[in-house]
């Protein structure tokens, strides 16, 4: 089942990138570099594509 996510702040749309294992890091945009976003996945009735 395809995932990617979606940046809240840009709509950018991108798979999920590898993480840096730091204190303080996790996932963020890698075209605004926010990190509010949302998860989507494909051919699922209860989270329909946009």
Do not use: K, Q
């Not at 940046?7 to 996790?26: F, K």
Request: glycine letters at 10%.
């Amino acid at each position: 089942m395809p995932v990617w996510l979606e940046c809240d702040s840009c709509g950018n749309e991108h798979t999920i990138p590898e993480r840096v294992d730091d204190p303080g890091g996790g996932t963020c945009c890698p075209e605004c570099g926010e990190r509010p976003y949302t998860v989507r996945r494909a051919d699922i009735v209860w989270h329909p594509d946009p």
